[in-house]
């Protein structure tokens, strides 16, 4: 019988050692996901990703975006909001977002100019939301003919989770868009071709920044003003910044990858509108984020980790107590390259999971010892040809 070179044998204990560890890292997936004990590690691990990192230390530090303009409405009331509107109209911005939702009617009055501010506008998107198997409109009085409205529906899941992902088209037939979607398409960053094609799976969010790197005003500050220059030819949207007067306000309030905090995560960091503006500046510049699929992202994370456990079987078999006082370094550095590759893929639009490589390689390194142990009653029952054994 032809021998085997060694070289051959050790590939082959290392494939082997790597559908192995494989196997053992799906069996613990599955006690990971199903086990209800383990279930707030399950949260804790969801709501975490490496590439969080680059969005933290990424706040305020990119280009304010001027031709997004953000009016904080506070607990303005009706009267009020309807009196921005109209403010903002007379400096002729591109497009006025209300990310607002009128639910019921109050006031006959104010609710009649509220109703003339809107509906006398060419250039306005008003929002709704789903809730479960239902659609919260504005009521009847506050719609008009051909309105553009949009879903302001930012956590796909339902989960209260950290809010990487755009949805920007969705419904029977592909008729709903997103809020982000309708103020890009009415402000003419995209059209409806575009939206259709890229927007109707989920995609990540370029986030630039927090509130700071948009103008914002409080509606008091528009009230108060002749004129806002900043308004022009912008798109200003009105929506909820907080409020001075509320104490611990987290009102539309969700957690975002801007968290200064990767895990353990407890307090809301961003709000809804600023999620939409940095949506919208996402589509805008169409800088969008190609996100790699998860069968690549598990097909690399297997060429990964087969390499990862070739190279440490090699030093295993060349010295054993090297192998042992090192492991763990090499664990570390190979978790810190695989964390730097995924910020350098991010830095070019690239989303890269590197959660799979790392946690995969890390276990194949600890799987060697009992590939070993195997591999030794193979070759005691079957004469099994190893490396290791």
């Known amino acids: 019988m032809k021998k085997i070179s060694a070289v051959k044998v050790l590939y082959r204990d290392a494939l082997l050692c790597t559908v192995m560890t494989f196997i053992i890292a799906g069996i613990l997936y599955y006690a990971f996901v199903n086990l209800s004990i383990l279930d707030p590690f399950e949260k804790a691990f969801k709501d975490f990703k490496f590439t969080d990192m680059y969005y933290s230390e990424r706040i305020n530090k990119a280009q304010r975006n001027n031709k997004i303009v953000i009016v904080n409405i506070k607990h303005a009331d009706r009267f009020q909001i309807a009196e921005v509107i109209n403010k903002i109209s007379e400096s002729r911005p591109r497009v006025i977002g209300l990310d607002i939702i009128f639910e019921d009617r109050k006031m006959e009055f104010s609710d009649s100019l509220l109703k003339a501010a809107i509906s006398s506008k060419d250039n306005i998107v008003t929002a709704y939301f789903h809730e479960n198997d239902s659609i919260v409109n504005n009521h009847k009085y506050f719609q008009f003919n051909d309105e553009d409205k949009g879903y302001i529906n930012l956590d796909l899941k339902g989960q209260n989770t950290v809010i990487r992902d755009f949805l920007g088209v969705k419904g029977k037939d592909n008729k709903e868009f997103a809020f982000s979607t309708q103020l890009a398409l009415k ?203």
Not at 225 to 250: C, H, R, T, W
Not at 270 to 284: C, D
Not at 348 to 362: D, E, F, G, K, T
């Open 187 to 389: 402000a003419g960053y995209i059209d409806e071709a575009y939206a259709l094609k890229e927007f109707k799976v989920p995609i990540p969010i370029n986030y630039i920044g927090n509130k700071d790197v948009f103008l914002s005003f409080d509606f008091e500050k528009v009230l108060s003003s002749q004129q806002i220059p900043a308004f022009k030819d912008a798109v200003v949207i009105l929506g909820y910044l907080g409020d001075e007067n509320v104490a611990y306000d987290i009102e539309d309030k969700h957690f975002t990858p801007l968290n200064e905090e990767w895990v353990g995560r407890a307090v809301p960091d961003t709000f809804g509108v600023i999620i939409h503006a940095n949506i919208l500046n996402m589509l805008s510049k169409q800088n969008l984020l190609y996100r790699i699929s998860k069968f690549t992202t598990y097909l690399l994370s297997f060429v990964v980790c087969f390499f990862t456990i070739f190279f440490s079987m090699k030093l295993y078999v060349k010295n054993g107590f090297v192998f042992d006082l090192s492991e763990k370094i090499i664990q570390l550095l190979l978790s810190v390259i695989l964390v730097y590759l995924a910020l350098l893929l991010l830095q070019a639009n690239i989303y890269l999971s590197v959660v799979p490589m790392i946690l995969l390689s890390v276990l194949g390194i600890e799987m060697i010892d009992y590939y070993e142990h195997l591999v030794k009653y193979l070759n005691k029952k079957f004469k099994w040809e190893s490396r290791l054994s």
